[in-house]
């Protein structure tokens, strides 16, 4: 054997380093991902409920659709993660889930509780299907066109699941959009301290925390935008939406050229938070 040649590499091994050189499609989660994904749970639920309640609600929804097909398809055509790209996905996400969820509440007359038992279940069959496939549900392992399918799929089975127990909180059990947003707020920190104080799993407490901040963002933007005789303040889901994506936009602007939120290799940014909101490689 030369010491200076270099020796194949087994098949895992060369596995394992394709793996770590894969270009990752999704952002390190740190307090950035948390904080521009709830402003986006936030804007979806006011801008949706503009349109559904402003304009013809088929016309709302076929907007909807239309901003998820662009979205999507802007993020499947880059080749890596770009915060711009990412981000626009997310809130058309949030947008058509929404609208989704109130469709099978409003037209289809289908309960909260039921609408979001459905969803859940929905969820759960996307997390065995991608699980069973691909041997793992981290954010992380996001870098293969299946990978990224199966993320999107799970993460508008999250917005729908999360409008739904949003709403249940606030019209079914009567406890109002602030009362929601506080009682969500604390269940969201949940996960963080039970990684923290009894070794959660990261991945579980990656995708328990990120449900959560469908009902929480929701919960405050209802109380922002409806009338006071709804409970809330009445600044308007038209002006609500607009204030939201304008921080949106501000707040993706800042990650686009700083790059703080980018992941590289197996390696976190300097700015990534906490490894109790880290789902791990």
């Known amino acids: 054997m030369h010491a200076g040649r270099r020796q194949p590499e087994s098949g895992e091994l060369r596995a394992v380093n394709r793996s770590s050189r894969a270009v990752r499609k999704v952002p390190a989660i740190s307090a950035h991902f948390w904080a521009v994904k709830i402003l986006t749970t936030a804007m979806g639920e006011a801008l949706s409920d503009y349109l559904v ?23 499947f055509f880059v080749r890596r993660y770009v915060a711009p790209a990412y981000w626009f996905a997310v ?4 947008v058509f889930g929404t609208m989704c969820a109130d469709a099978a509440h409003i037209e289809l007359k289908i309960p909260y509780a039921i609408s979001a038992a459905l969803c859940a279940a929905g969820l759960a069959g996307i997390f065995i299907v991608w699980y069973l496939t691909e041997r793992t549900l981290s954010i992380h392992s996001i870098n293969t066109w299946r990978r990224e399918m199966f993320y999107w799929a799970a993460v508008l089975a999250t917005f729908a699941m999360g409008t739904a127990v949003g709403d249940m909180s606030a019209y079914t059990l009567h406890l ?24 959660l799993n990261e991945v579980f407490a990656f995708w328990f925390a990120y449900i959560i901040t469908r009902p929480l ?26 204030g939201l994506t304008i921080a949106i936009i501000a707040w993706v602007g800042y990650l686009w050229v700083t790059k703080v939120d980018v992941e590289r290799g197996s390696a976190a940014p300097a700015s990534a938070s906490s490894p109790a909101f880290s789902d791990g490689a």
């Open 217 to 242: 963002g929701a919960s405050y933007a209802d109380w922002l935008g409806v009338p006071q005789s709804l409970g809330g303040l009445n600044y308007g889901r038209g002006t609500v939406a607009v």
């Open 91 to 94: 809130a058309m996400v949030a």
């Open 53 to 75: 309640h402003t304009i013809d609600p088929y016309v709302a929804v076929g907007i909807g659709g239309a901003g998820l097909l662009a979205g999507l398809s802007l993020q």
């Open 176 to 199: 109002g959009w602030l009362t929601s947003g506080l009682v969500f707020t604390v269940i969201f920190a949940v996960p963080m301290l039970a990684r923290r104080l009894f070794g």
